[in-house]
């Protein structure tokens, strides 16, 4: 899906490098900012995620960004069995084959620069990542997850994300989301 508020041509989608420098980045959330502007280049060096931002390309500055890492849907995410297997019923797996776990990538993090808001940056950035992993998925990935913050859980839910479980309904910072990729497929 193409966005029409984003169709300036100066909003670029990049993968940032292991030595990449972002500077002058506000989401308004000291954590994430924390990431990007100092951890997201070691994490890359280590190969634990891979960070990607949204770069107005007119005046060089990062509006956006996200880091992403590999995860998986499984078995311990849920209650008991039963559970496990209504999840996968409801999916369509192929029943030759019973994994414990199927393939997913994790949203680690996700900020949108307080100057941008209001722009649907954050929809745009997830309606990105889920075509890269429909049109050129590389390993196989049936599933978006994320760790949503409990007041990021609305913008998560407008973006089809939906709870994992309810193991985790009474955490007071984060609830497990999950994006199912076949959605966008068919």
Not at 79 to 105: C, I, M, W
Not at 146 to 163: R, T
Request: positive net charge; proline residues 4%; contains cysteine.
């Amino acid at each position: 899906m193409v966005r029409p508020y984003l169709d300036n041509q100066n909003f670029k989608f990049i993968r940032l490098e292991p030595n990449a420098v972002v500077k002058n980045f506000d989401c308004g959330d000291i954590d994430l900012n924390e990431f990007i502007l100092k951890e997201s280049a070691p994490f890359a060096k280590a190969l634990l995620s891979v960070s990607y931002a949204c770069v107005d390309s007119a005046y060089g500055k990062t509006i956006a960004f996200c880091s992403l890492a590999n995860d998986k849907v499984s078995i311990s995410d849920f209650n008991d069995k039963t559970e496990y297997n209504r999840f996968r019923r409801h999916q369509g797996f192929p029943q030759r084959k019973r994994l414990k776990s199927y393939p997913a990538v994790k949203l680690c993090r996700l900020g949108v620069d307080v100057s941008a808001r209001g722009n649907h940056i954050g929809s745009w950035m997830l309606d990105y990542i889920k075509s890269m992993f429909v049109v050129s998925n590389k390993t196989g990935c049936r599933f978006l997850t994320v760790d949503a913050y409990l007041a990021a859980i609305p913008f998560y839910e407008k973006n089809g994300f939906v709870f994992l479980n309810e193991t985790d309904k009474n955490n007071p910072y984060t609830r497990l989301m999950y994006f199912d990729l076949m959605d966008i497929v068919g």
